[in-house]
């Protein structure tokens, strides 16, 4: 069986894409390269599926819903990760998968609960607040710029990855492989419309966010916001909000997209 045909079986997603791990490498910063993880890393194998609707759409008044929804999604492909990991290296690859981390009761991130409480008091203090921005809060390896680097979709206003079929209605995992998979390309920025849906993820942020120029996340404010909803990955409800009000996943906002004057 075809390697790549083979891995989509084992893994099972709806959303399967594959990135140059080399390529992807000469544009992140230093502790976000895929060869800092599996040294001789060739690809990056995306897997990915779509959260269901109506939990999202009456955010916030199903916060709980959506938590669920949310840890299940990421549990979901968690197993198809592992999976898809185990097949690769029954074919002779080397493998290191890139789990979702911040599973309800697992605190793998090892965060201490009462210091992120005592943040939610001093993140007004600048310092504090660009130290948390810009050393704390990042990722390892960022799951949304990996997916488009392998076409998946495109980065929007919300700094989430934006599908043509789903929006930002998706969650992904990753996996490291030294097998050389035929690779995606990055998309051209089409999908992000925020003038024609009024910066509705922008509008829609009660931490404030996020910028109508894009220029991404103030975690430290998403952070302060989460802690009084209960701490995300121990037993707290997600937000949610930039995901349930971004439109690209209607069909309708879409076609208008296409169909608007150059």
Known sequence: MDLVKGLRKAAGTEIFGVADALAYGEKAPPGH???????????????????LDL????????RKEYTVNFHMANTRLNHALFDAAGY??????????VPYLEMPGWNLDKRP????KALRHLIAVPRVHDMLNARVLWENLSFRHMAAEAGLGEIG??????TPEHGARVRFVALLTDAELPAGKPREPVLCSSERCGHACVKACPAGA??????GTDKAACLKYYIKLGLPGMNGVRCGLCVARCPVYRPRFREGRKNSPA
Do not use: C, W
């Open 33 to 51: 390269r895929p060869a800092e993880y599996l040294a001789d890393a060739r690809s990056i194998v995306l897997l990915g599926v779509r959260m």
């Open 55 to 62: 939990p999202l759409d009456e955010i916030p008044a199903t």
């Open 88 to 97: 690769l290296q029954s074919q002779g690859h080397k493998v290191f998968p």
């Open 113 to 116: 609960v009462l210091m992120l």
């Open 157 to 162: 206003v919300n700094n989430l990855l934006l």
């Open 210 to 215: 996020l910028s109508e120029d894009g220029r």
